[in-house]
């Protein structure tokens, strides 16, 4: 304060600060392109900030890192929780041992019996009632894969104002593929910029692809190099390309420390138990191939 007159930052940037509204409407001009240039470099002082985990986490039970991919995980139905393929297995392997009925590994309510029962629970069960991020993006899900874009997007964008990442990541695919919306890539890398700050590596590699093909490369190595140090495989790909072209942008220490970075970010999500389920549903598919344990929507 000064003279009792207190000061506001300009909403642009904190380069400045002004005693009143109308002191900001006169002055606002002198620096309205430094205001510019500051709050862009503030917005990526955010952007480009190395994550510190994924867009998905650990697993709750576990608490290893969950695979970026999602493809050894699975959403439980009764409590929307995400958990890793290796505590279900331990779960359904202490209930076979014990006799015990099927139950969620994590809340202990009885496992749907089907995958339509799963789904169901999903669509009435009030944790979409009680705006559940994760159960209002999965019903998103299930209205997009009938085709009903409306629906999947007014989920979907509930599920973004209450955070959801993946939901972001699945507008943003709506915006850019013009599905159920007209094709807006500035809503697009909106939504983008949103899940590949909160450790969305797919959103990232996407934002690299983007400012590769307007010109700005350096700014897309730098995205693919944060995506590929959370263990995203594309982004590593893009990166040994461009590596090869010898165009002195990518560095070979940057390279070499990202390909260290990604495969012990791919290390870091192993565990026996994720092992020894990978193993038994392979062991199911070639014994009986109708045979599938359905534990909640992946």
């Given at each position: 304060e000064i003279d009792d007159i207190k000061l506001k930052n300009c909403t642009g940037c904190d380069l400045v600060r002004y005693c009143s509204d109308a002191c900001q409407a006169d002055h606002k001009s002198q620096h309205e392109e430094d205001c510019k240039k500051r709050a862009a470099a503030l917005?990526?002082?955010?952007?480009?900030?190395?994550?510190?985990?994924?867009?998905?986490?650990?697993?709750?039970?576990?608490?290893?890192?969950?695979?970026?991919?999602?493809?050894?995980?699975?959403?439980?139905?009764?409590?929307?929780?995400?958990?890793?393929?290796?505590?279900?297995?331990?779960?359904?392997?202490?209930?076979?041992?014990?006799?015990?009925?099927?139950?969620?590994?994590?809340?202990?309510?009885?496992?749907?019996?089907?995958?339509?029962?799963?789904?169901?629970?999903?669509?009435?069960?009030?944790?979409?009632?009680?705006?559940?991020?994760?159960?209002?993006?999965?019903?998103?899900?299930?209205?997009?894969?009938?085709?009903?874009?409306?629906?999947?997007?007014?989920?979907?964008?509930?599920?973004?104002?209450?955070?959801?990442?993946?939901?972001?990541?699945?507008?943003?695919?709506?915006?850019?593929?013009?599905?159920?919306?007209?094709?807006?890539?500035?809503?697009?890398?909106?939504?983008?910029?949103?899940a590949a700050i909160g450790g969305h590596p797919f959103a990232r590699f996407n934002l690299g692809c983007i400012e590769g093909q307007n010109g700005r490369l350096e700014r897309a190595i730098r995205h693919f190099i944060i995506a590929a140090t959370q263990g995203e495989d594309d982004s590593l790909t893009h990166l040994k390309a461009l590596y090869q072209n010898q165009n002195g942008k990518v560095r070979k220490e940057d390279l070499v420390a990202t390909l260290r970075a990604h495969q012990a970010a791919v290390d870091a999500t192993k565990s026996p138990d994720r092992d020894a389920a990978a193993a038994f549903s392979l062991l199911q598919v070639s014994v009986c191939p109708s045979t599938k344990t359905v534990g909640g929507v992946k």
């Open positions: 917005r990526d002082e955010i952007l480009f900030k190395q994550p510190e985990s994924s867009h998905i986490g650990d697993c709750p039970l576990c608490m290893i890192p969950l695979p970026i991919d999602g493809s050894s995980c699975t959403t439980l139905a009764c409590c929307s929780k995400y958990v890793c393929n290796g505590c279900c297995y331990a779960n359904q392997a202490r209930e076979f041992e014990e006799g015990l009925d099927p139950t969620c590994p994590f809340c202990r309510h009885p496992t749907p019996a089907s995958q339509v029962e799963a789904e169901m629970v999903f669509k009435e069960k009030d944790r979409v009632e009680m705006n559940d991020p994760t159960a209002l993006r999965k019903v998103g899900l299930l209205r997009n894969m009938k085709g009903d874009h409306k629906g999947a997007f007014e989920f979907w964008t509930k599920a973004a104002e209450l955070g959801d990442l993946q939901a972001h990541y699945q507008l943003s695919n709506m915006y850019h593929n013009g599905d159920g919306v007209e094709k807006n890539q500035k809503k697009e890398v909106y939504h983008l910029e949103k």
